[in-house]
């Protein structure tokens, strides 16, 4: 997944033939990734002790994989 700073992202599997545009927001530390159909994925981030971002993802919607 490509992040642009303009709001917008692509996710591709090349491998697979497959690349979808997406747009995203990041807000009180969790990332939202919303594809063209309007499914979201909510990634919520905190951050650890070393600096690093460490996620979990959310959605009642699995098919954001598909």
Do not use: H
């Amino acid at each position: 997944m490509t992040f642009a700073e303009d709001g917008t992202c692509v996710f591709e599997m090349p491998e697979y033939q497959i690349a979808e545009n997406c747009t995203w927001t990041y807000a009180e530390g969790v990332l939202t990734v919303t594809r063209e159909d309007g499914t979201a994925l909510k990634l919520d981030y905190t951050a650890a002790a070393n600096v690093q971002l460490v996620g979990q993802f959310d959605t009642a919607d699995l098919s954001f994989f598909n």
